[in-house]
């Protein structure tokens, strides 16, 4: 029952190769912003410089300002220097952290919209593959790993390597004899870093795997709690939610390991250094070849390259958190949009409709897989009202949700108005078609905004649509009318009431072609009576497209199409089926049995 995760794609191989390519696809979002950003960067310039800078100033010092023979220049020209190296020091980083915190709310601000925008217009498929809390997690809270690169990663990776360098570089003035012991640790510290991060990213991508599990199980829970009440599954809800959890633990737990073992290593190298250091300095010493303000500069120096290099290393971490949350987002940002179509724009169809031996299976197509519609041909007339019924996997959903280019057939062709599908735009083609199913989906909005969903709410309109779906005189009893919140997929509203609304939304968009998918099987003989009333004007001058399990509710259908495994097997009216004494006339038996009941 645990989530199966599968946006999250590799876009690399490898540390190093992932990084560039995280970076060369960030860079599109950074371009507009790069002078911005080039302030950003030598504001922390400033601001390491100004790390050089204290070391230096104490050698002069206590070389030149301490003792009766001290130098008057020297004693007032450091404090002063101090305080001036402060107020670089803050304003510069006052400046960085400000303008990346801009760089980066930018950025995450159109990373979110790219990939919600994608979300919306990708195919239906990626719907039924991905579960919500994948999408959910990637959109609201994996995006945000970009924002902690952007403002964890890029300070320190910037900033913290250029206090090294200018450090070093002063080291290298100072006695380069004794900076070439520290640039021998470089190397080493590199490649044990390499090491681990090579096993932190592997590490990072199980549990972001792991989180988008534990997110579905209690998005699972949440959504069916009835079920989990009524059948005592409290229990076993918990047991997998903790299993899941322990897992968690035990990831983070190896990361934390993983990623806590720079930090110490570095110490200990750093620890020889200073010893190896200290030792060569005294020896230096007896033989004049350096001060003590010298020595002093130089220690100080190096004590203060090993806090940007732990920093450095503690990056490791949130930068390999952030190149696995870049593959979950640029996997969604990289999800093929649905076809357009072909462009041909129309005003209003007449409800021609005509499928052509269309026949369609569900994924990757192959010799052994069963196919859910096999050689469909049937033509409707404007305004005509046709009816599919059969048992239930015959294939009379997904007929329909052909005909909105939900999913298009693996083979023949579906035309409206005589033009096949494709040939229309997407748009253009969906603004044709109303659909009304037993699933309601109702938006946390107003009702005038679900009636009018998608077009701005014209208050006449909205009510003449509640007229005519028999819904005014309950809408219009609430507090605020039609600006009552339906609240979460309309739990304001009883079952029949939402599926009236649903009806009056179809009749507001008054679309010439019509679905009705089980509309009325979900509800009570009192509400079926008010919905079957509100379809009888929603269907009128319309051609429309009925499947209902209750065969009462089709009798008067124009035709019916009787399916079963994917094919059309019988054809005519009510009366004509019942006469012919096939599947649908035994079908009609069974459930006028049970009725008698």
Known sequence: MSAKPTLSKPIGSGQASSAVIVWRRLWPYLKPLFWVLVGAIAAMAASAATDAAIPALLKPLLDHGFGAHGSERAKWFVPIAVIGLAVVRSTSQYASGYLLAYVSNRVLLDLRLKMFNRMIHTSVAFFQRETASTVINAIVFEVNQILNVLLGVLVTLVRDSLTVLFLLGYLFYLNWRLTLIVAVLLPTIGWLVGKINRRLRRLNREHQLLTNE?????????????????????????????????????????????????????????????????????????????TVGGFVAFVTSMLLIISPLKHLMDVNQPLQRGMTAAELIFGLIDEPPEAAGGGLPLERASGEIEFRDVSFAYGSSGPMQRQTLEHVSFK??????????????????????????????????????????????????????????????????TIAHNVAYGQTPERDKVVSALRAANLWDTVEAMPNG????????????????????????????????????????????????????????????????????????????????????????????????????????????????????
């Open 214 to 290: 534990l997110s579905y199980i209690v998005e699972e829970t949440v959504g069916g709690y009835k079920v989990v009440k009524v059948h005592n599954g409290e229990q076993y809800e918990i047991d997998r939610f903790t299993e899941m959890s322990k897992r968690l633990r035990g990831y983070s737990m190896r990361m934390q390991v993983s990623g806590g073992l720079a930090q110490p290593l570095t110490q200990f190298l750093a620890s020889i250094a200073l010893a190896v250091v200290v030792t060569i300095a005294v020896v230096q010493s007896t033989a004049d070849q350096t």
């Open 380 to 445: 409707v007339a404007p305004g005509e009202m046709i009816a599919l019924a059969g048992p239930s996997g015959s294939g009379k959903t997904t007929l329909v949700n052909l005909l909105p280019r939900f999913f298009d057939p693996s083979g023949g062709e579906i035309l409206v108005d005589g033009v096949a599908l494709p040939e229309y735009g997407i748009h253009a083609l969906r603004s044709q078609i109303a659909m009304v199913s037993q699933d309601v989906v109702l938006f946390n909005d």
């Open 482 to 597: 039609i600006d009552t919140l339906t609240g979460d997929n309309g739990m304001m509203l009883s079952g029949g009431q939402r599926q009236r609304l649903a009806i009056a939304r179809a009749i507001y968009k008054n679309a010439p072609i019509l679905i009705l998918d089980e509309a009325t099987s979900a509800l009570d003989s009192e509400s079926e009576r008010h919905v079957q009333a509100a379809l009888e004007t929603l269907m009128k001058g319309r051609t429309t497209l009925v499947i209902a399990h209750r065969l009462s509710t089709i009798e008067r259908a124009d035709r019916i199409l009787v399916m079963e495994a994917g094919c059309i097997v019988e054809r005519g009216t009510h009366r004509e089926l019942l006469l012919h004494n096939g599947l649908y006339a035994h079908l009609h038996r069974i459930q006028f049995q049970q009725n008698a009941a």
